[in-house]
């Protein structure tokens, strides 16, 4: 039985998101890149190819990175990941947002994220300046 979508902009994406966390942090060893590239493997043969990382899961953008290159599937996965949460704290600063993006797209080895978002809001810089500095992104990409 396929696995239901929902709309996210223009993409049909699967209802129930993978959340890539585990695989690279907080619970436990981490395994070997050949046995997390399996369970990616598991969730595209699933169907389920709306996936979530962040800047602050260990290893897990260059996990993500390696599987895109390996498998060439980039185009089957809609990949959100996030930022905003570093060792030192919540930051939202404008300086933060692009960097943190453009060491994301390195560590993933592609080119655009189909959804790029908070994930923490920094209490010290107001929300409306993270948000302007986000869609400034934008203009990078186009």
Same mark, same amino acid.
């Given at each position: ?9 223009? +993409? ?11 695989? %690279?942090?907080?619970?436990?060893? &981490? =395994? ?5 590239? @399996? ?13 979530? %990382? ?7 953008? +260059?996990?993500?990175? @390696?599987?895109? *290159?390996?498998?060439? *599937?980039?185009? =089957?996965?809609?990949?959100?990941? *996030?930022?905003? &949460? ?24 592609? =080119?655009? &994220? +189909? ?6 809001? +920094?209490?010290?810089?107001? &929300? =409306? ?9 934008? *203009?990078?990409?186009?």
């Amino acid at each position: 039985m396929p696995l239901q979508t929902r709309k996210i902009g223009n +993409d049909d994406v699967t209802a129930i998101g993978f959340g890539l966390m585990g695989l %690279s942090a907080f619970y436990g060893d &981490i =395994e070997a890149d050949e046995e997390r590239f @399996k369970v990616l493997d598991a969730a595209v043969e699933m169907g389920c190819t709306n996936w979530d %990382s962040a800047d602050i899961y260990g290893d897990n953008e +260059d996990l993500v990175g @390696k599987w895109f *290159k390996r498998t060439g *599937k980039r185009n =089957e996965i809609f990949l959100a990941t *996030k930022f905003g &949460i570093t060792p030192q704290g919540p930051n939202g600063k404008p300086e933060y947002v692009r960097s943190a993006c453009e060491k994301s797209l390195k560590r993933l080895g592609i =080119e655009t &994220i +189909d959804l790029y978002y908070l994930h923490r809001a +920094d209490q010290a810089t107001p &929300i =409306e300046t993270t948000v302007t500095a986000m869609a400034e992104l934008v *203009k990078y990409a186009m």
